[in-house]
């Protein structure tokens, strides 16, 4: 059905109703919610910018598939490439800071937040761990825009409902495949696969381009057996379309990735100091030990101001590493933050003064 010249006062009366969508939505909502008032029953805070970006990412599935975007996708190129950047780039996005995967692992747990360093990836289910992996969310990202534009998947989506709504399941799942590694903690990476992952990122910049621009330059229709015999009588001719679909198709395939590089740097940085704060703590396990063995007491806390050595006995020396303890790199820094000497202040690094 042609339901007329695109312009501004048409996009914004055009509503359909779309049932797949609509009840998944509803059951995403609904689960979503349920799960933060557990959580939050259970005595965890769940930030509301959380709850605020996955409902915020349900709103803009709804306007992918029930305002002017589902409507004119079939009689427009360009609005039906508009539906796909939208549910493969921008609705995962908002749907990952929402964190879901951390949710369901907070009500498993009964209410405690799965941490990183008590939950690692190696305790994760296997597809998650799968799905997670460094290189599979960009890859998958490539392959599914040329299965959708450049197979007989475009024109089987066109003519056929139920492979049309698929198509819309694939392009999210897909999504969010890129986007939860860098926006769910319940799926973070270690700092390395984190420096992969923008490693890849920044490839994926440059081959983003290459599908947009396949699809401006073409010189015949993709799908001709729908674009066709398609008579809209207004709006621009199908080739045209087709180019027009090719630019947006280009420019949401880089304008996406600025995004997903900073949030994944971020990330980055703060797995890496989650494993700074960790080694830290190993190596103050390691160094008191043998000053415990050598006084021959027990290694347990002394509130501030008891823990003095007696007149003449020497403190035990206490080895940091070099990064930790030379002043003139960033050391310094570091060791009055824990209360160590740099090597420059007393020739080498002592205990806690």
């Known amino acids: 059905m042609n339901p007329g010249p695109l312009t501004t006062a048409s996009a914004l009366g055009s509503w359909q109703v779309d049932v797949p969508a609509l009840v998944l939505v509803v059951l995403a909502g609904a689960g979503y919610l349920v799960g933060v008032r557990a959580v939050r029953r259970a005595g965890t805070v769940w930030s509301p910018l959380r709850s605020t970006a996955f409902l915020a990412g349900l709103v803009l599935v709804i306007a992918s598939t029930c305002w002017f975007v589902g409507v004119y996708a079939h009689v427009l190129f360009w609005v039906f490439t508009l539906q796909v950047c939208l549910l493969l780039l921008v609705a995962p996005l908002l749907l990952g800071v929402g964190a879901p995967v951390a949710l369901v692992a907070a009500v498993r747990g009964r209410g405690a937040v799965v941490d990183d360093d008590e939950a690692p990836a190696s305790r994760r289910p296997l597809l998650l761990r799968v799905l997670g992996a460094p290189g599979v969310g960009p890859l998958l990202l490539i392959l599914v825009t040329v299965l959708v534009f450049f197979t007989p998947l475009l024109g089987a989506a066109l003519r056929h409902p139920p492979v049309f709504h698929s198509v819309h399941l694939l392009l999210l799942a897909a999504g969010l495949v890129l986007a939860l590694p860098v926006t769910d903690e319940g799926m973070t990476l270690s700092s390395l696969g ?11 910049f440059l081959l983003d381009a290459i599908p947009g621009i396949a699809l401006r330059l073409h010189g015949s229709l993709l799908a001709p057996e729908y ?118 202040g007393q020739g080498g690094a002592q205990g806690p003064s």
Do not use: K
């Open 194 to 204: 984190y420096a992969a992952l923008i490693g890849l990122g920044f490839l994926e």
């Open 227 to 344: 674009w066709s015999v398609l008579h809209r009588g207004w709006g621009p001719a199908p080739l045209d379309d087709q180019h027009q679909a090719g630019g947006m198709l280009w420019f949401f395939g880089e304008a996406a990735d600025l995004p997903f590089l900073v949030i994944a740097m971020i990330a980055w940085i703060r797995a890496d100091a989650r494993e700074a704060d960790r080694i830290d703590r190993a190596l103050d396990l390691v160094s008191a030990e043998p000053a415990s063995a050598a006084t021959g007491a027990p290694t347990t806390a002394v509130p501030a101001g008891e823990g003095d050595p007696p007149v003449g006995a020497t403190a035990p020396t206490l080895d940091r590493p070099w990064w930790e303890t030379d002043a003139g790199v960033f050391g310094e820094e570091r060791a009055r933050r824990y209360g160590w000497t740099t090597r420059e």
